[in-house]
């Protein structure tokens, strides 16, 4: 009987990306968004006045990255721009109502992949697995060059 895999890095990998595939399909056909403007959506919900600086940090995500990802929710008007109160170059993130309309279209989506999780991992697996996720999100490597 051979080893489990042990090579966490290649399993991360191939693991977000398998859900990303997964979670893409599911949530495009139900609330016509990725999970890349998911996460967008709720940090705009969830930090009121957020700049796309501020959204770039919240998502680990490159300023310029988050630049085509604002383009395409306001094109796609789930998100409004509007100028920031003190600093005249900036602009603040607003959820519209087409993008709360997408959050609730795409939350029975969400419970059903965490209930689906729930059941493959089990509950401690899930609250453990969800526990790592978070440290592993924040987590810089001594290598990472800061």
Not at 82 to 92: D, G, I, Q
Not at 111 to 138: P, Y
């Amino acid at each position: 009987m051979s080893e489990p895999d042990q090579r966490l890095y290649f399993l991360l990998q191939r693991a977000a990306h398998q859900l990303r595939i997964a979670s893409d399909r599911r949530l495009v056909a139900a609330a016509g968004i990725t999970t890349a403007q998911l996460g967008a959506l709720y940090a705009v919900r969830d930090e009121p006045g957020i700049t796309q600086q501020g959204l770039a940090r919240v998502l680990g995500l490159r300023e310029s990255a988050v630049t085509g990802l604002v383009g395409r929710l306001t094109a796609a008007g789930l998100v409004a721009k509007r100028p920031h109160p003190r600093e005249h170059r900036a602009v603040v993130l607003e959820l519209t109502d087409e993008g709360a309309a997408a959050l609730d279209a795409a939350q029975p989506e969400v419970d059903r992949f965490n209930a689906e999780a729930r059941a493959l991992l089990g509950e401690d697996g899930f609250a453990q697995t969800a526990a790592a996720m978070r440290v592993l999100a924040h987590w810089e490597s001594p290598d990472a060059g800061g």
